[in-house]
């Protein structure tokens, strides 16, 4: 249940990732000394990368991953792009979506891609790539017994461990019958084996032996360069062990995936809700699909996606509507026909709740995009061995659809930011005098005309020096600038492009592609990102975000003959003041309002609306603000407050000053909404 | 302008201009309407003469009498707006009057004559001769500019 809700999010972005990978390896083969490509390349795979790690479909992660690092060594211009490495990197996009349908189709995304992968692999290392499928360099081995299925990535894993002087054993474990901690002994026997080597596979899943889901035996799968033997017998020296086996895997003999792969997640779906493992999580779902394709079904057509344009049009056509309905309104109050005038009340009352339907169809909760974070974090957490807790505030906050699209991606870097950089380990916390569980905080919250989403985290914070010298370093910054940037300038600059502080590159993050994404979205977006940081307190990377594209709050006003709107956001308040109480400082009038001085701005003037003398003694006035500075706008009179569908002026009016875009009235009439920031310098 | 398979003609929306008569092919032409509210814009050039709500779609509107510089914009019964397009914009030209939808052969069509100094000769981009008409082709690019 849970994850067929990501599920849909998930195949719509990876889709529109591989397509956007697609397009632009396209450009750079016409164009193949462009990094700005490989650049854009990239960036879709390293989103593509952490989406598919988060669901659990790691093939697809970890192709994506090789994929990856093939990008990265072209451009850091490493190797160079030739027609070879294109095919390869070619035939791997389309192995990806070949995964993905398969995905999308209710499988699990599972596929052999040994082939690709070696040549990723060749490639990266800067070997001429050869044409050779799955290696056949070794001998025929005697065939040891297995009881395990490798899929590919496994055994790849294992081939090149193998040449580079590794070898991979199966661990089989037995505990005592009587044994009462089993979970206990799981992680004795993993912590033993994990200083030995690698664990690359359990059976049954790590997962489902923490929860004691096995009876007395488990067999791990490790790369280790110590012997059998020793293994062996450091495994025994733990206690309630009851026996245990080591066996050498020799790849011929390994059991191809095809036969059979899901053998050990049978009876998993309860554990659906278990934070855990990738493998478990997404199993439950697959198989419901399979099972019943008829609920599947039902499942996938309760949302359906939109084109934005249809609902503009939508819009445009509602607004058509209610203009008719207040003439026909008017029309029935004149003719007094009783049935007419039933008929008139009812449409209008329909179209009412018509319109609300449309003006909410395009506002989501950022709750659709928040679900996703608790798995993430705790996939998080699980990954660097933190703990790290989330707290998201505010996740009801409504927040227009196109903004919402867009806000995952840059949200998901943060998150995976402030837990990868920001939160420190557990004995490093408690050495600090911190809970050893970490806080990433998450909140969206409405002020104004803007929402804003903060991700805090109680970690390390930036160190300014740091980030300041690996500036330097990289070149993004000179020594004289350096000089003159102030705190915030400093933490911003690791959002610049090429930018990253971890010294170790990390499957979560730094590899200095993830932030300055972050920023370009949100900037696309007519957002804005802050940070700020108190070294070893922690961060706080605040988003700001236009409400919506679409719908604002209105104060209308009337100056002469002409109507203009004023955004309710940046009103304090209105006031009538006297003439008199009007005082002139500088060439400048203002008034005295509430024991401040507010220059006044005559809309009149600015718009130079025609002009005709008056005799007022009172003048109407709209105090605004930006940020901390206030305004008086004078305006002739007040009509009242509207919530109002914001429309641009079209491409051929651009930068008309003071205003940002129009309105329809319901009289059918243009009003232009006025910018207070512009007013206000 | 319409490079169909061998046009032998183009088809155009006619209309008055004081008392000459202009043409738009008719594909720039999305549609005329009549003359409706203008919302005046302030801070433009003096012959944007504001927007208007075309079926929900803000869209600004040229006089084009002002725009060649000619005599004072006066509007009455026949005042016509026409809704044409280029690219991705879409603007409303005042106009005195439009009821006509001609196809003008192309062989008809002669470049503007070569007059030094002619009224608003960089909007046109030839004439048409039809029988006893006259009529001035234009170039919306030039009158968007």
């Given at each position: 249940?849970?994850?067929?809700?990501?599920?849909?999010?998930?195949?719509?972005?990876?889709?529109?990732?591989?397509?956007?990978?697609?397009?632009?390896?396209?450009?750079?083969?016409?164009?193949?000394?462009?990094?700005?490509?490989?650049?854009?390349?990239?960036?879709?795979?390293?989103?593509?990368?952490?989406?598919?790690?988060?669901?659990?479909?790691?093939?697809?992660?970890?192709?994506?991953?090789?994929?990856?690092?093939?990008?990265?060594?072209?451009?850091?211009?490493?190797?160079?792009?030739?027609?070879?490495?294109?095919?390869?990197?070619?035939?791997?996009?389309?192995?990806?979506?070949?995964?993905?349908?398969?995905?999308?189709?209710?499988?699990?995304?599972?596929?052999?891609?040994?082939?690709?992968?070696?040549?990723?692999?060749?490639?990266?290392?800067?070997?001429?790539?050869?044409?050779?499928?799955?290696?056949?360099?070794?001998?025929?081995?005697?065939?040891?017994?297995?009881?395990?299925?490798?899929?590919?990535?496994?055994?790849?894993?294992?081939?090149?461990?193998?040449?580079?002087?590794?070898?991979?054993?199966?661990?089989?474990?037995?505990?005592?019958?009587?044994?009462?901690?089993?979970?206990?002994?799981?992680?004795?026997?993993?912590?033993?084996?994990?200083?030995?080597?690698?664990?690359?596979?359990?059976?049954?899943?790590?997962?489902?032996?923490?929860?004691?889901?096995?009876?007395?035996?488990?067999?791990?799968?490790?790369?280790?360069?110590?012997?059998?033997?020793?293994?062996?017998?450091?495994?025994?020296?733990?206690?309630?062990?009851?026996?245990?086996?080591?066996?050498?895997?020799?790849?011929?003999?390994?059991?191809?995936?095809?036969?059979?792969?899901?053998?050990?997640?049978?009876?998993?779906?309860?554990?659906?809700?278990?934070?855990?493992?990738?493998?478990?999580?997404?199993?439950?779902?697959?198989?419901?699909?399979?099972?019943?394709?008829?609920?599947?079904?039902?499942?996938?057509?309760?949302?359906?996606?939109?084109?934005?344009?249809?609902?503009?049009?939508?819009?445009?056509?509602?607004?058509?509507?209610?203009?008719?309905?207040?003439?026909?309104?008017?029309?029935?109050?004149?003719?007094?026909?009783?049935?007419?005038?039933?008929?008139?009340?009812?449409?209008?009352?329909?179209?009412?709740?018509?319109?609300?339907?449309?003006?909410?169809?395009?506002?989501?909760?950022?709750?659709?995009?928040?679900?996703?974070?608790?798995?993430?974090?705790?996939?998080?957490?699980?990954?660097?061995?933190?703990?790290?807790?989330?707290?998201?505030?505010?996740?009801?906050?409504?927040?227009?659809?196109?903004?919402?699209?867009?806000?995952?991606?840059?949200?998901?870097?943060?998150?995976?930011?402030?837990?990868?950089?920001?939160?420190?380990?557990?004995?490093?916390?408690?050495?600090?005098?911190?809970?050893?569980?970490?806080?990433?905080?998450?909140?969206?919250?409405?002020?104004?005309?803007?929402?804003?989403?903060?991700?805090?985290?109680?970690?390390?914070?930036i160190n300014k020096d740091k980030v300041l010298k690996k500036a330097l370093d990289k070149g993004i910054v000179t020594e004289d600038q350096a000089l003159t940037l102030d705190d915030r300038q400093i933490f911003e600059l690791i959002m610049a492009?090429?930018f990253?502080t971890?010294?170790?590159?990390?499957?979560?993050?730094?590899?200095?592609?993830?932030?300055?994404?972050?920023?370009?979205?949100?900037?696309?977006?007519?957002?804005?990102?802050t940070i700020d940081s108190?070294?070893?307190?922690?961060?706080?990377?605040?988003?700001?975000?236009?409400?919506?594209?679409?719908?604002?709050?209105?104060?209308?006003?009337?100056?002469?003959?002409?109507?203009?709107?004023?955004?309710?956001?940046?009103?304090?308040?209105?006031?009538?003041?006297?003439?008199?109480?009007?005082?002139?400082?500088?060439?400048?009038?203002?008034?005295?309002?509430?024991?401040?001085?507010?220059?006044?701005?005559?809309?009149?003037?600015?718009?130079?609306?025609?002009?005709?003398?008056?005799?007022?003694?009172?003048?109407?006035?709209?105090?605004?603000?930006?940020?901390?500075?206030?305004?008086?706008?004078?305006?002739?009179?007040?009509?009242?407050?509207?919530?109002?569908?914001?429309?641009?002026?079209?491409?051929?009016?651009?930068?008309?000053?003071?205003?940002?875009?129009?309105?329809?009235?319901?009289?059918?009439?243009?009003?232009?909404?006025?910018?207070?920031?512009?007013?206000?310098? | 302008?319409?490079?169909?398979?061998?046009?032998?003609?183009?088809?155009?929306?006619?209309?008055?201009?004081?008392?000459?008569?202009?043409?738009?092919?008719?594909?720039?032409?999305?549609?005329?309407?009549?003359?409706?509210?203008?919302?005046?814009?302030?801070?433009?050039?003096?012959?944007?003469?504001?927007?208007?709500?075309?079926?929900?779609?803000?869209?600004?509107?040229?006089?084009?009498?002002?725009?060649?510089?000619?005599?004072?914009?006066?509007?009455?019964?026949?005042?016509?707006?026409?809704?044409?397009?280029?690219?991705?914009?879409?603007?409303?030209?005042?106009?005195?009057?439009?009821?006509?939808?001609?196809?003008?052969?192309?062989?008809?069509?002669?470049?503007?004559?070569?007059?030094?100094?002619?009224?608003?000769?960089?909007?046109?981009?030839?004439?048409?001769?039809?029988?006893?008409?006259?009529?001035?082709?234009?170039?919306?690019?030039?009158?968007?500019?």
């Open positions: 249940m849970d994850t067929n809700q990501y599920l849909e999010i998930f195949i719509d972005e990876s889709k529109e990732h591989l397509q956007a990978m697609n397009e632009h390896l396209l450009e750079l083969e016409k164009d193949p000394t462009n990094i700005d490509i490989v650049n854009e390349v990239f960036r879709s795979a390293h989103t593509l990368k952490g989406m598919s790690a988060t669901m659990g479909y790691e093939d697809l992660a970890n192709l994506t991953h090789k994929l990856e690092n093939v990008l990265d060594a072209i451009r850091n211009h490493k190797i160079s792009v030739t027609l070879e490495i294109m095919d390869t990197v070619f035939s791997s996009v389309d192995d990806l979506e070949a995964m993905v349908l398969d995905i999308s189709a209710g499988g699990d995304g599972k596929r052999d891609v040994t082939d690709v992968v070696t040549k990723l692999l060749q490639i990266e290392q800067g070997e001429p790539v050869s044409s050779l499928s799955v290696p056949s360099e070794q001998p025929p081995a005697p065939v040891t017994e297995h009881n395990l299925q490798y899929d590919e990535f496994e055994r790849t894993v294992m081939e090149q461990s193998k040449e580079q002087g590794f070898s991979c054993f199966e661990v089989a474990v037995s505990l005592r019958a009587d044994c009462v901690l089993k979970a206990a002994r799981v992680f004795m026997v993993f912590e033993v084996l994990e200083k030995c080597g690698e664990v690359i596979k359990s059976v049954p899943s790590s997962d489902q032996l923490e929860e004691e889901k096995f009876d007395e035996q488990f067999t791990v799968t490790l790369v280790t360069k110590e012997p059998a033997e020793d293994i062996e017998e450091k495994v025994k020296k733990v206690s309630e062990v009851e026996q245990v086996t080591v066996t050498e895997i020799i790849q011929s003999a390994v059991p191809s995936p095809e036969q059979q792969t899901e053998a050990p997640v049978e009876g998993s779906a309860e554990q659906q809700k278990q934070p855990a493992a990738k493998q478990v999580e997404v199993k439950p779902a697959e198989k419901k699909g399979e099972e019943n394709k008829g609920s599947k079904q039902a499942v996938s057509n309760k949302t359906i996606r939109v084109n934005i344009e249809r609902l503009d049009i939508l819009m445009n056509l509602f607004e058509e509507l209610v203009i008719d309905r207040g003439r026909l309104e008017s029309i029935s109050g004149e003719l007094n026909h009783s049935e007419l005038n039933e008929t008139v009340e009812r449409m209008s009352r329909i179209s009412g709740d018509l319109q609300n339907i449309i003006l909410n169809m395009r506002m989501v909760p950022v709750e659709t995009v928040f679900n996703r974070f608790p798995k993430l974090v705790r996939q998080l957490s699980r990954d660097l061995n933190k703990q790290i807790n989330l707290e998201i505030i505010g996740a009801e906050t409504e927040l227009d659809r196109t903004v919402i699209d867009e806000i995952g991606d840059p949200l998901v870097h943060l998150i995976r930011n402030a837990g990868d950089h920001g939160i420190e380990m557990p004995e490093e916390r408690t050495a600090k005098g911190k809970p050893a569980v970490g806080t990433i905080k998450l909140k969206a919250y409405h002020s104004g005309n803007h929402v804003f989403i903060e991700i805090e985290d109680d970690g390390a914070g492009s090429g990253s971890a010294d170790v590159i990390s499957d979560l993050s730094g590899r200095g592609v993830g932030l300055d994404v972050v920023k370009t979205t949100i900037e696309s977006l007519g957002g804005s990102i108190v070294e070893g307190v922690g961060s706080t990377f605040l988003i700001q975000l236009p409400l919506t594209l679409s719908i604002i709050s209105v104060m209308l006003v009337e100056i002469e003959k002409e109507k203009y709107a004023i955004p309710l956001s940046s009103i304090i308040e209105t006031a009538i003041v006297k003439k008199e109480e009007v005082l002139n400082a500088h060439n400048q009038q203002v008034i005295d309002f509430r024991g401040k001085v507010v220059p006044l701005l005559f809309l009149e003037d600015i718009f130079s609306v025609p002009h005709q003398e008056d005799d007022d003694r009172f003048y109407s006035i709209v105090i605004v603000r930006k940020g901390e500075k206030m305004a008086g706008l004078v305006v002739d009179s007040f009509i009242g407050q509207q919530e109002v569908v914001l429309k641009s002026l079209g491409n051929y009016l651009t930068n008309v000053f003071a205003i940002s875009g129009a309105t329809i009235l319901g009289d059918g009439q243009v009003a232009l909404i006025v910018d207070c920031n512009a007013l206000i310098k | 302008m319409s490079e169909t398979s061998a046009p032998t003609a183009v088809k155009v929306i006619a209309f008055q201009l004081l008392d000459k008569e202009y043409a738009l092919p008719v594909h720039q032409v999305h549609s005329i309407e009549k003359l409706m509210h203008i919302t005046r814009v302030p801070g433009t050039v003096s012959f944007v003469k504001g927007v208007i709500n075309l079926r929900g779609v803000v869209t600004p509107i040229i006089d084009l009498r002002s725009r060649f510089g000619l005599a004072d914009d006066r509007y009455d019964d026949t005042t016509r707006i026409i809704i044409a397009a280029r690219d991705d914009m879409e603007v409303g030209l005042i106009v005195d009057g439009a009821n006509d939808v001609l196809d003008i052969p192309l062989d008809a069509i002669e470049p503007q004559p070569e007059v030094v100094g002619s009224l608003g000769d960089e909007y046109i981009t030839g004439v048409a001769k039809l029988e006893k008409r006259l009529l001035i082709m234009l170039s919306l690019e030039k009158i968007f500019k």
